[in-house]
Nanobody
Framework: VQLQAYGGGLAQAGGTLRLSCVATGFNVGGSTVGWVRQAPGKEREGVACISGGDDATWYANSVTGRFTISRDSAEDAVYLQMNNLKTEDTATYYC?????????????????????WGRGTQVTVSS
């Protein structure tokens, strides 16, 4: 099983980026998947999650209204649309999930319990 996040890059404050998460050997199209970021010198934090089954979403307060998580089951991919980027959004972004069914509460409160992580993609926002 392998997850891969891509789509990061350099953006100016106020700009947009769209991250994608695809998997090999795992169905992300129907699973609960979260986006987690880690900035230099800071702890990992969950930023968004989409639930398997009902596609309910959760967002961290810091990104609510600016980021949108979505999935395309046909493409077996999960996306993170990031609008109105801020310099504090600079971080390495990872998509993550578990083999066992889970809720977005894991992404919100128990990041350490996530068992399947993708290779991250760097997002750098300049002022």
């Amino acid at each position: 099983v392998q997850l891969q996040a891509y789509g990061g890059g350099l953006a100016q404050a106020g700009g947009t980026l769209r991250l994608s998460c695809v998997a090999t050997g795992f169905n992300v199209g129907g699973s609960t998947v979260g986006w987690v970021r880690q900035a230099p010198g800071k702890e990992r934090e969950g930023v968004a999650c989409i639930s398997g089954g009902d596609d309910a979403t959760w967002y961290a307060n810091s990104v609510t209204g600016r980021f949108t998580i979505s999935r395309d089951s046909a493409e077996d991919a999960v996306y993170l649309q990031m609008n109105n980027l801020k310099t504090e959004d600079t971080a390495t972004y990872y998509c993550a999930t578990n083999f066992a069914p889970m809720t977005c509460a894991i992404v919100e409160h128990h990041i350490g319990s996530l068992g399947v992580w993708g290779r991250g993609t760097q997002v750098t926002v300049s002022s």
